[in-house]
């Protein structure tokens, strides 16, 4: 099995700065992708930014220029900074991981969600 914990959601005024972490534990074989999705009270969840190995990060357009996703590979880590955040920003967000635990069984998880809340 594969853990993936969450740290760094919070309260924060518009404009401010939060910085996430996810750490992925467990029987890994290879990641091949790591990322973040949020979901907002009575919305979907949607994608904010996701980063393949070996490819090129891609991100939702409403936090483009504002948020940057980055990976530690050596710990299986990935990170969301997120800077000039904004109220519509706020949402429990969710990192996932799409791995091979095995040869030839590709799974995907979930960590449990961390708040982040962007005052006005």
């Known amino acids: 099995q594969v853990q993936l914990v969450e740290s760094g959601g919070g309260l924060v005024q518009a404009g401010g700065s939060l910085r996430l972490s996810c750490v992925a534990s467990g029987s890994i074989l290879h990641i091949v992708e790591m990322g973040w999705y949020r979901q907002a009270p009575g919305k979907q969840r949607e994608l904010v930014a996701a980063?393949?190995?070996?490819?090129?990060?891609n991100y939702a357009d409403s936090v483009k220029g504002r948020f940057t996703i980055s990976r530690d590979n050596a710990k299986n880590t990935v990170y969301l900074q997120m800077n000039s955040l904004k109220p519509e920003d706020t949402a429990v967000y969710y990192c996932n991981a799409r791995l091979f635990i095995t040869y030839g069984r590709f799974e995907t998880y979930w960590g449990q969600g961390t708040l982040v809340t962007v005052s006005s």
């Open positions: 980063d393949p190995s070996g490819g090129t990060t």
